[in-house]
Each structure stands twice: as C-alpha cells, then as structure tokens.
C-alpha cells in the first residue's frame, strides 16, 4: 500500500530539546516536503527536496532543518525547539514531474512547552 | 505576489442544502488546483483535483469544481450536503513546480 509514514504521532517536548520527526515512502517519489498547519494560517510550507541530497527552503524555515540522505526518508530537524513551533506537522510525497498528486502523511501533533 | 485566497474562513448550512466554497488564486500560469479536506483531529484527504481540459471536475464525495480561468477561481460545490460533511476544506495551488499552496482553509459547519 502507498504510504507515507510519520513519527512520532504525538509529542509533548520542552523548549531546547532536540528533535526529529521522521518522515518516509515506500513509492520511490523523488520529491518529499514538509509543511506546518496552525490555526487561520492554513498549511505554510518549511522545507522541500527535489531528490537526494537536494533541499530548499519553503516558506516558513526558520528554527527547522531537513536532511535527504536517501530517497525514502526526510526528517524533519528541530535543534533548539521553541513554544512557537507548537503545531501540526504534515510530510508530503510525489513522484517529482508532471501531473501528479502529492501523497500526505497523517500528520504530527507536536506540542512545545 | 502569488497567493491562494478562500475568502470565507466559516461556513454554517443546513443539511440537505446546497453549497459553494470559494477561492481564487494569483499566480502566472494556470497551476495545478486541488481540494482537500481535513476532518477533525484527521489527516488531509484529497477531494478533486484540476490539470486542465474539462473545466468542472468531479470528485469524491459528491463533490465537483469548476475552474474560471477568466476569475482565476476553482469554487468547490455539493448540490445536498451531509452532516458528515462538517470539517475544514484546504483549496491548494501546485504553480507546476511541484510545491502545493495552500489556501488558510473554510470551517464548514452542517446543522440538522
């Protein structure tokens, strides 16, 4: 069954603490995003990849860091967290050109106290 | 600047009653659109989705939209509406560079 896969889920966590959201496909797409949902704001896009080692900035970066090591799995980095980045995290997939649909994981509620 | 708008940030109807949720966007080309809803405390799931060639498309859920390129719109619509239908509706814009928009989303809410 095409998938993408995210965890944690859920996460309670406390300012500074280091994290990762893992995030991965088992449909061999090249492209591979993150994006965050908050209230009124709708989804704002953090971080996106073309392909391995390939990754640019989307809108809202700042305090987040992604890394594409290989095709299947982008996490989702943060260093230092802050209350701010309380939100709900979703990671997307898609073959990479053309017409095509973006495939979303389930989501990541992370809380950031 | 490139935008995705739905105008509407909450929507109440009566069950059984029509609807339309909007929005319109700003970008060059004529991107990819696409209509997303989002149930409460779920994931997104995809409703429809626009390409090109036929200009009302049709979806799951008994949902359609149509695209205007002239007003640069893509309202969703359902001609009877259910009360499971209540949840929030996301339109997004693909600008063909395989990075989806999103519009800040409508709360739909259905009463009985």
């Known amino acids: 069954e095409a998938q993408v896969t995210q965890n944690p889920r859920y996460l309670i966590t406390v300012t500074g603490k280091k994290l990762t959201v893992t995030c991965s496909q088992n449909m061999n797409h090249e492209y591979m995003s993150w994006y965050r949902q908050d209230p009124g704001l709708g989804l704002r896009q953090i971080y996106y990849s073309m392909n391995v080692e390939v990754t640019d900035k989307g809108d809202v970066p700042e305090g987040y860091k992604v890394s594409r090591k290989e095709k299947r799995n982008f996490p989702l980095i943060l260093e230092s967290p802050s209350p701010n980045q309380t939100s709900l995290y979703f990671c997307a997939s898609s073959p990479g050109t053309g017409r095509n649909t973006i495939y979303f994981g389930e989501g990541s509620w992370l809380t950031v106290v | ?112």
């Open chain 2, 1 to 112: 600047a490139q935008s995705v708008t739905q105008p509407d940030i909450h929507i109440t109807v009566s069950e059984g009653a029509s609807l339309e949720l909007r929005c319109n966007y700003s970008y060059g080309a004529t991107p990819y659109l696409f209509w997303y809803v989002q149930s409460p405390g779920q994931g997104l799931q995809l409703l429809l989705k626009y390409f090109s060639g036929d200009t009302l498309v049709q979806g799951i859920k008994g949902f359609e939209a149509e695209f205007k390129r002239s007003q640069s719109s893509f309202n969703l619509r359902k001609p009877s509406v259910h009360w499971s239908d209540a949840a929030e509706y996301f339109c997004a814009v693909d600008p063909r560079r395989n990075n989806l928009f999103f519009g800040t989303g409508t709360r739909l809410t259905v009463i009985p």
